[in-house]
């Protein structure tokens, strides 16, 4: 499974991309404001910090506003822009239209099947069923993602799937076990999934014993 991260804040990015284990990243108007820094700023330099798609969202509601924002995002870097679109009826026809022009999109806000189906159908590069907030609602967000990944398995669509709204590293464990494309993870939860208490307590010994060995 491909590793995102769902951050905006270019500290974190870089931080991760030194891991050596990013494939790309998302990014919404929400994580954009939390950085404090105008839109296009927080986009330039993550394109500059990663090697692999950088999804940005889309705000208007119509779609040419959609298609033109998207334009507009691509001609930082046509190859890693991919522009976020909501999934709506006017951001069917903007994925639609974005596809024609060779720019990528990611479905953003998918919840259900049908979403996703419509979304794959017009062309999205990707979709991203957010698996915690359905969570919230007491629907199990981890079913979704089972069924989509079967649905694009089973017909052979293109489109690859998006674990997103990850809240806990056990979210990133049942994607893997769905066979879904990528997971967009958050930087805390990416710090989670790099521990485990025997690997903390195995280096200690090992430093405990290393540091008995007679100098010569
Ligand atoms: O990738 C989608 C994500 O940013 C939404 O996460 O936690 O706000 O539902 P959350």
Known sequence: MKIFIDSADIKEIREVAGWGILDGVTTNPS???KTGRPFKECVQDILAAVNGPVS???VSTDSSGMIKEGEDWAKLDP???TVKIPMTVEGLKAVCGLTERSIKTNVTLVFSMNQALLASRAG???ISPFVGRLDDISQDGMDLIHDIVGMIDDYGF???VISASIRHPLHVIE?????CHIATIPYDILLKMTKHPLTDAGIKKFYEDYQKIPRT
């Not at 994607?175 to 066979?179: E, K, L, N, V, Y």
């Open 175 to 179: 994607s893997i076990r769905a066979g």
């Open 124 to 126: 999205a590069t990707f």
């Open 56 to 58: 940005v969202e889309a």
């Open 158 to 160: 293109d489109t690859e």
């Open 31 to 33: 994580l954009v404001c």
């Open 79 to 81: 190859d890693k822009v």
